[in-house]
């Protein structure tokens, strides 16, 4: 990335720029300081040199943490030209020595102050009596430890690890980290070698104030390490705990092999901060249906009510709905999952559940939204106050009143609630804005926003400055406004990944007009202009033939005002006629954004076709498609079957979703289950596939998390034998009718639906059911006593 940054068109002064801390819209207080010095030193503006005049060291301090910060163990980055980069992955390793009092010790070079300074230290909070922060055995080590400690480091070539105690890592488990590789075998103590390849955690502590050190965790411990992993170079880490005060805890790793360490800085990637910004990625739940219930309406006089259980509240609904006052997605950082509230049970008396509670998810102006992993864009919701409906509640399942029939006016069965629909969905957000400005970096695209509009984005003379993008309303008159959108800089490369830029360059997708502004200021401009160019086109054709126009920049410097004059008459030789201007000095912005107003002016017809999408569009397509899904028949099911586990699958949505709703603790469910397997084909289907003795068939999805979540009839053989004995006396009965009948009623196993494989377990429920045959209906059935007093019989013999 170094290399790539290093591209002659930019300016050498800016690259050289260090880290300093991590700039943002809402954090500028520090960067204020010296970015208001910077301005009013070029805002003076009679042509000068000044601003590039003192590029800031690419060393170990920070801009933000004056003289006193230093680095403790890492060799300072290069890379230096993206701070954001810098600041998240290594801001843990430096040491604000002036944080710990010890001001004393910043001249001290590398970093880590000598055995001296600590013995000095120890010496200070041994006089400061601070005895009851020391614990004997499990919490502070002695002065005397320490030195033996001090002893040993300082054998370790290099680095001055006089502050540290040493051990080996992966000798206590919980201290481990997965990035070091150090297997270690062999529990025996033997002497610390630097020279192998063995990994060393250094750990380091200090407690606020008093400076008292806590040894529970510094013991030292010593392990063998497997030789086989010292090719990797030496590996150390240092934690250094901050007791009290803000209890802030820094962890630093570093691996002496470079290439390692790259990997590591390659795989934390985008600051979270950025990656948060306009990409998010939530859980959305509808709300479960409450379940209905089985009662019975009993009064005095009224010996007989009949049934009266009420049936369940339907789920809650999740919605999406535009936020006009968000202008990214952060929020979704701290929270991502949404489940909307569960539909209340039915009651006695006919009283039905109430309804789930809604939840409505805000999302910025310009969020598309799909299924994650998928590239089908489920919503585009571009307005303010715009709300989709995404998933709807689950369907509240139906008491015993709703079963109540000429044929069955006592029904002992009530169904569950429908299961609310879950998904993950993956926003993205493209801002909506009229105008989008590009550039390299450190090219003036912040300043022009803030002199045209009100937005007040971080401006600094070093290349990403804007991390995040920034809009800005540029208000003409009453009736002309148009929104503009600052994007961060763009580098060579930057559609390969270098930079910045091609993170946020989607943004101008919706953008109906590009200025492009170029650092005039530059040796080369025009180069710094094809560049640019050049990576619009590779990210995205679509974006390079978008009308723009070019902002010749910072005209109030000598060598701009000396290049412009070549530089317009390339641009003209390509039929370009570019603009110069000084964002400093406001000359030449007005014409700039006036040109770009009437570019976007006639670009309105593009608008206009973006129009037709704001009223009819039905934004609850996605809801209806999930109920169209969960409408599925019953009667639409797949067979599979699994040779070495002799498993026959049944599924299907309409089938699963019945399951689901079947509430196994009433035993008319299970009748009521059976007869809709008869009744939507299954058995026939099942027998067609030649389903045999000792098969087992399991209805409903196949689950793959968990074990079994999902009835399963089994048969066996002992069981069917004996119906087979039963039945003999039925002549009408056929052999296969007998062998399926036996695989639905010798239900030898239910397992009830689970959502997690605690609760799977918990609900696990063995029924055996007996076999018995009705010889009144010739059936194979459950016995059922009550109805026949002595008698076996079957659930035909109670109606
Ligand atoms: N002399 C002079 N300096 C300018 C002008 N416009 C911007 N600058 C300076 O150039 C430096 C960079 O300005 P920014 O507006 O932050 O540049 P940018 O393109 O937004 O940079 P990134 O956000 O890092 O991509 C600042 O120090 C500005 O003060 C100008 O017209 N004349
Ligand atoms: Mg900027």
Redesign the pocket.
């Known amino acids: 990335m170094a290399a790539a940054i290093s591209a002659s068109f930019f300016s050498p002064q ?1 690259l050289a720029r260090s880290r300093t801390g991590t700039p943002s819209r809402g954090n500028s207080t520090n960067r204020n300081s010296s ?1 208001n010095a ?2 009013n030193r ?2 003076k ?1 009679k042509p ?1 040199r000044s ?1 590039y005049k003192s590029p800031p060291e690419p060393v170990s301090t920070s801009g933000t943490g004056g003289d006193a910060t230093t680095y403790t163990c890492l060799p300072v980055r290069e890379d230096f030209s993206l701070p954001s980069f810098a600041s998240a992955p290594y801001s843990a390793a430096e040491v604000r020595l002036s944080d710990l009092g010890a001001a004393e010790n910043r001249k001290e070079s590398g970093g880590i102050r000598s055995s001296s300074k600590v013995e000095e230290e120890i010496e200070e909070v041994e006089e400061e009596g601070a005895a009851e922060n020391r614990k004997e055995s499990g919490g502070i080590r002695s002065s005397s430890k320490v030195e033996e400690a001090e002893e040993e480091e300082e054998e370790e070539e290099g680095v001055d690890y006089s502050r540290y105690e040493l051990y080996e890592v992966g000798s206590d488990g919980e201290e481990g980290e997965d990035d070091y590789d150090c297997d270690s075998g062999d529990e025996e103590e033997e002497e610390i070698d630097g020279s192998d390849g063995r990994t060393y955690q250094v750990l380091e502590q200090f407690a606020s104030g008093d400076g008292t050190l806590d040894d529970s965790d510094a013991e030292e411990e010593e392990e063998e390490g497997d030789e086989s992993d010292s090719s990797a170079g030496r590996s150390y880490q240092v934690l250094e705990e901050f007791a009290g005060g803000g209890g802030r805890t820094l962890k630093d790793g570093f691996n002496l092999d470079e290439n390692e360490e790259e990997d590591d800085v390659k795989e934390k990637g985008v600051p979270a901060v950025m990656r948060c910004f306009d990409r998010a990625k939530v859980f959305v739940k509808a709300g479960d249906g409450g379940n209905g219930v089985v009662a019975f309406r009993r009064e005095k006089f009224v010996p007989l009510g009949g049934p009266s259980g009420g049936d369940g509240g339907r789920g809650g609904n999740i919605y999406l709905e535009v936020d006009g006052s968000m202008n990214s997605l952060l929020p979704f950082r701290n929270k991502i999952h949404f489940r909307a509230g569960r539909g209340s049970h039915g009651q006695g008396s006919m009283m039905n559940g109430a309804k789930g509670e809604d939840v409505v998810v805000k999302v910025a102006p310009g969020t598309v939204v799909r299924e994650a992993g998928r590239d089908e864009v489920l919503l585009e919701l571009l307005y303010p106050g715009q709300r989709a409906l995404l998933l709807p509640g689950g369907r509240g399942g139906r008491g015993n009143t709703a079963f109540k029939c000429g044929s069955n006016k006592v029904p002992r069965i009530a169904e569950n609630g429908e299961e609310g629909t879950e998904m993950w969905i993956e926003l993205e957000l493209k801002l909506v804005a009229d105008v989008g ?1 590009v ?12 002199v045209v509009s009100a937005a007040q ?11 995040l993008p920034n809009l800005g309303v540029v208000s003409f008159d009453y009736d002309s406004t148009m929104v503009v959108a ?5 580098l060579e490369g930057a559609h390969r990944g270098f930079g910045l ?1 091609h993170e946020f360059l989607r943004h101008t997708e919706r953008c109906s007009a590009l200025i492009h ?1 170029v ?3 530059l040796p080369q401009p025009d180069l710094e202009f094809e560049a640019v160019r050049l990576e619009l086109e590779m990210f995205s054709p679509e974006i390079e033939e978008k009308p723009f126009i070019v902002a010749y ?5 000598p060598e ?1 005002y000396e290049n412009w004059p070549t530089f317009r008459k390339q641009l003209q030789a390509r039929g370009i006629e570019p603009f110069c ?5 406001r ?1 030449g912005t007005r014409e700039v954004i006036s040109a770009a107003y009437e570019l976007l002016q006639k670009n309105k017809k593009t608008e206009t076709e973006f129009e037709g999408r704001k009223d009819p569009e039905n934004l609850n397509h996605v809801a209806d498609m999930v109920r169209k899904q969960q409408r599925a028949p019953i009667n639409d099911f797949e067979i599979s079957y699994e040779n070495e586990s002799k498993t026959w699958h049944v599924t299907g949505s309409g089938l699963q979703r019945f399951v689901q709703m079947t509430n196994w603790r009433y035993m008319d469910s299970e009748r009521r289950f059976q007869h809709v397997l008869e009744a939507c084909g299954v058995n026939k289907a099942l027998l067609k596939r030649g389903v045999k003795e000792g098969d087992t068939v399991i209805v409903g999805e196949v689950c793959t998390g968990y074990p079994a979540t999902h009835p399963i009839f089994q048969l066996r053989s002992i069981e069917l034998e004996e119906a087979l004995c039963g039945v003999g006396q039925m002549a009408s009965m056929d052999l296969n009718h007998i062998l399926f009948a036996a695989t639905l009623l010798f239900a030898s196993t239910v397992y009830q639906q689970c959502d997690s494989p605690r609760q799977c377990r918990r609900q696990q429920q063995q029924q055996q059911l007996e076999v018995h045959i009705c010889r009144k209906h010739r059936k194979l059935t459950t016995p059922i006593k009550e109805s026949t007093g002595d008698e076996m019989g079957c659930c035909d013999c109670i109606i």
């Open positions: 800016a970015k910077n301005f070029t805002s503006l000068q601003t400005i550039g390299a970096p450190n090219a003036g695209k912040s300043t022009l926003l803030s984005p971080a401006i600094a003379n070093y290349p990403f400055t804007t991390l600052d994007l961060p800089g763009l830029g502004v650092d005039g200021s920049n910072k005209m109030d410097l701009a201007m000084s964002a400093v000095t000359e």
